[in-house]
């Protein structure tokens, strides 16, 4: 079993072995250790050539939003269970395209022939495949968080800002909605000023509420499915036997894999806010709640609580993250009915609404907002007061999206469009829910200084921005 005592002995290993005491500051001084490599240059009105890494469940519904754009010829399928019956879809709908289990084999023998890789596979791996890409001069598009840890997801703000020649875009696809525009447009026309308080939520069922809190240990192995490489699902991470209660989308549950609730659902839900409020990183992170907690997977509810300093004329703002199916914010007067967003489906099973639908809660100066998820709309509440203003024509027009997000990232390959959630910006993002994740696991408040990087207050907060080292053959991943 791994106990806070033997795994902040590794950790602090780690810490120092990797030279992150100061993580941002490591990774701007890292060497440079791979040879320059330019980008693949895609032709405006031809298709981009992608390959898919990660094909059933999430993978599987970006392929048909991917194939539903008409910009993508897909040359490479790439999954470590290819074969099992959730991959046999996508493999149906292209059968000339060359298939892999082992990314690394992908890459080392077609990485000539492919533009652009999309990555739709756990949390955790998405690190080591991105960057892979990155490297390979390939665009990449990967699924939401960027990267399970701090420091990860520092290393590949930094990849990417090296290779300013390589197109990157995270998946939250509501920033390519109406919310991404509403929420320029009303910023640029001072409806939205003087924002000091968000509540984000998310409250629906999670698949660990069926587990125990109490148990002490990770679940027995089980049969492994003859089509599964194991060993390359877990990529750089500490071997685990296998078990499905890792697999099939289960490892969402567990802080060795995944990032709960906050990572999910995060980057759908208060990204706009990130971005449009210059938010950046927090000085101070704590839990409120925590009911359920255990060592291994996450708690049955969480409240979080994120303070965000001053920002040149912005005044301070606290960001407060609510998960579990009875742990809600406090509703403001006028609030209304719970709105639902146009949530993706995940393997045809289609969003079932809740009583307090994922969204979140927005206090300004002058007005109080209102949002679901993704790319839906805020409005001002209670809703007399929205009305109002559209009735005097104070709220500009939001302007269409000229295109979704998937088209946004390849007519950016194309050089046609810029992405909208590239890794420069989607990474801070991804750091602020790591922050979060590390507050959960502990169960504790610390303190964090923007500048440094680093956790100042909790030594063994400070060594999980890193985390326990990679396994033996994925070092160089992290060596930019």
């Not at 990774?27 to 330019?38: E, P």
């Not at 992608?50 to 399928?77: P, S, Y």
């Not at 024509?393 to 269409?400: D, I, R, S, W, Y």
Request: charge should be negative.
């Amino acid at each position: 079993m791994i106990t806070r005592r033997n795994f902040l002995r590794t950790a602090g290993a780690a810490t120092a072995a990797f030279a992150v005491g100061n993580t941002l500051n490591a990774c701007k001084n890292a060497v440079n250790a791979g040879k320059s490599v330019a980008a693949a240059v895609v032709t405006p009105g031809t298709k981009v050539n992608v390959a898919l890494v990660g094909v059933g469940h999430r993978g599987n519904e970006n392929a048909k939003c991917i194939e539903a754009t008409g910009l993508a010829n897909v040359v490479a399928l790439c999954d470590v269970n290819m074969g099992a019956p959730h991959t046999l879809e996508v493999m149906g709908m292209y059968p000339g395209a060359r298939q892999f289990k082992d990314f690394r084999k992908m890459f080392d023998e077609m990485g000539k022939s492919i533009e652009a890789v999309f990555i739709s596979t756990p949390d955790f791996s998405h690190f080591p495949i991105a960057m892979r890409a990155i490297k390979e001069g390939i665009h990449v598009y990967c699924e939401k968080p960027l990267c399970r840890t701090f420091h990860e997801n520092a290393l590949l703000i930094e990849a990417a800002k090296r290779h300013p020649e390589v197109v990157t875009q995270m998946g939250n696809q509501g920033h390519s909605g109406e919310n991404y525009f509403q929420w320029k447009a009303w910023t640029e026309a001072g409806i939205i000023k003087d924002v000091t308080r968000i509540d984000a939520h998310m409250n629906n069922p999670r698949r660990w509420h069926s587990f125990d809190p109490a148990t002490g240990r990770f679940p027995e192995a089980d049969q492994m499915p003859q089509t599964m490489d194991w060993d390359v699902w877990l990529a750089q991470c500490m071997h685990h036997d296998y078990s499905l209660l890792f697999d099939e989308g289960n490892w969402r549950c567990w802080y060795d894999f995944g990032m709960g609730a906050l990572g999910d659902w995060g980057a759908h839900i208060f990204d706009t806010a990130h971005e449009f409020l210059d938010l950046g990183l927090p000085t101070e992170v704590g839990m409120v709640k925590a009911e359920g907690h255990n060592d291994y997977f996450f708690p049955m509810s969480s409240t979080i609580r994120f303070r965000f300093p001053r920002r040149g004329n912005k005044p301070a703002c606290e960001l407060t993250w609510y998960d579990g199916v009875d742990n809600f914010p406090e509703l403001p007067e006028g609030y209304g009915a719970s709105e639902l967003a146009d949530i993706p489906s995940v393997d045809g099973k289609a969003y079932v609404p809740q009583k307090l639908n994922p969204g979140k809660i927005i206090y300004s100066r002058d007005y109080i907002f209102k949002g679901s998820s993704h790319a839906a709309p805020l409005h001002i509440i209670p809703e007399e007061v929205e009305k109002q203003l559209q009735d005097e024509h104070k709220l500009p027009e939001v302007p269409a999206s000229p295109s979704n997000h998937y088209e946004n990232f390849l007519k950016s390959c194309m050089g046609l469009e810029k992405t909208r959630s590239p890794f420069e910006k989607a990474g801070v993002l991804c750091q602020v829910m790591n922050l979060g994740v590390i507050a959960q696991r502990l169960n504790t408040t610390f303190k964090f200084d923007r500048l440094s990087g680093e956790i100042i207050d909790n030594p063994f907060a400070n060594a999980l921005l890193t985390g326990i080292p990679p396994r033996k053959g994925w070092e160089d991943y992290y060596v930019l």
